[in-house]
């Protein structure tokens, strides 16, 4: 959700074309993940969101899909604003992330980084974790693929995963890892989170930035990664969930907001308030977090 406000800033600041992107390419095994959760903790509700994680020879990346799904789609629409030099509202013709972050893994040594933005800063911290696996001599066919049974605990929920060894990636969905096989399904026991492998593919020249990624780096918002610690992040997203709007008042001046939005009869304070409560919306009806409690696997020896 934490997206918004970027997609926000492409929409005001993007009025020429991105520059390319300087990274090399490389290819990577794009794994597509379902995953079925449960928003709210008090509800029975459900909602589904395609996952993926994209790997190559030195470190995975795990992420929501919907953003990356969508780049033609933003393309188009920021051509269409370079050439018309008018403002265009992105947010009206995509969908939004119900996860923002991203988790890389570092290979061979797993080493996990967790990356999310809170406003328009980019924070990163590492999450060194160990999963104490508990392998099963059961096997199951999940789809098309061979898999045998292995149980964890992580954050405060206990975990069924179904591996396969047909796929050589001691790899998995979110920050799972550590099987001798991809895993290809996993859950908790109250099945409040469930990830499922539905595909794969080569993805020649592979990019790691999506397209809104570029157009945020070339309009401002930034995307260097400032170091933190777990609990500062986590206290950080905790102020901006109380506040969504605070940075971008402290960036704009009472002049600005009451300015009309090129092309639109909104003013940038009137659509800043959609986006506020847009947010808050969002964080009311999202209160089962992956993770919850502080309980985590065994760290890893340094």
Do not use: C, H
Not at 110 to 128: A, P
């Amino acid at each position: 959700m934490k997206n918004l406000f970027s997609v926000f800033f492409i929409a005001l600041f993007a009025f020429a074309s991105a520059q390319d992107s300087k990274e090399s390419k490389e290819t990577a095994n794009r794994f597509f993940y379902e995953l079925t959760f449960k928003p709210k903790k008090d509800s029975t509700k459900m909602d589904k969101v395609v996952t993926i994680l994209d790997i190559t020879g030195k470190k995975s990346i795990y992420q929501d899909y919907t953003i990356p799904a969508q780049d033609s789609i933003i393309k188009v629409a920021v051509d269409e604003m370079e050439k018309t030099k008018s403002w265009k509202d992105v947010t009206k013709l995509i969908r939004m992330p119900k996860f923002s972050y991203k988790i890389v893994k570092t290979y061979p040594e797993m080493k996990e980084q967790y990356i999310d933005r809170v406003s328009m800063n980019l924070f990163g911290y590492d999450d060194d974790i160990k999963f104490n696996w508990n392998i099963l001599p059961e096997k199951e066919k999940v789809g098309e693929y061979n898999t045998q049974k292995a149980t964890t605990e992580f954050g405060g929920r206990k975990w069924t995963a179904w591996f396969s060894t047909d796929i050589p990636f001691q790899d998995g969905p979110y920050k799972f890892y550590g099987l001798p096989g991809l895993i290809v399904k996993i859950e908790d026991s109250e099945k409040n989170y469930s990830w499922k492998l539905s595909g794969n593919k080569k993805i020649v020249n592979y990019e790691e930035m999506s397209y809104s990624d570029k157009i945020n780096a070339k309009y401002g918002v930034p995307q260097t990664l400032t170091p933190t610690t777990k609990e500062k992040f986590e206290k950080a997203y905790a102020s901006f969930k109380q506040d969504p709007m605070s940075e971008f008042r402290q960036k704009v001046t009472p002049e600005m907001m009451s300015m009309k939005m090129p092309g639109s009869d909104l003013t940038i304070g009137e659509f800043a308030k959609k986006q506020e409560k847009q947010a808050k919306d969002f964080f009311n009806s999202n209160d089962n977090p992956i993770e919850v409690s502080s309980q985590t696997p065994e760290k890893k020896k340094k």
